[in-house]
């Protein structure tokens, strides 16, 4: 079976760091692009990163672009996602998602319609 673990989530000072791991089992991580979506408490889920795993290839949204940064560890088949400065706007839970076939991102990358397997989320909080 396909599945997706994010982890690394937690209570954070503003201005502080954080790095989500993505754990990737039953397929090669390889061959799969892998996008970082959250969710706010009352807000809509927002499609923040993806990554083209095959040439690295990323995308950012606006309100991370600068200060969150994907990357992949092909040997373990774990996708990470750096994310530094934050701030309380960054509360939310955090997940990963890969599309149902390898490729590149989806188009656009932000829509989670794109994706089919969904890791179970992690928590960040950002205290102001």
């Known amino acids: 079976d396909v599945q997706l673990q994010a982890s690394g989530g937690g209570l954070v000072q503003a201005g502080g760091s954080l790095r989500l791991s993505c754990a990737a089992s039953g397929f090669t991580s390889d061959d799969y692009a892998i996008g970082w979506f959250r969710q706010a408490p009352g807000k809509e889920r927002e499609g923040i990163s993806c990554?083209?795993?095959?040439?690295?290839?990323?995308y950012y949204a606006d309100s991370v672009k600068g200060r969150f940064t994907v990357s992949s560890d092909h040997a373990k088949n774990t996708l990470y996602l750096q994310m530094n400065s934050l701030k309380p706007e960054d509360t939310a839970v955090y997940y990963c998602a890969a599309p149902w076939r390898p490729g590149g991102c989806p188009a656009p990358y932000y829509s989670g319609s794109w994706y089919y397997y969904w890791g179970q989320g992690t928590l960040v909080t950002v205290s102001s």
């Open positions: 990554i083209r795993n095959r040439d690295g290839k990323t």
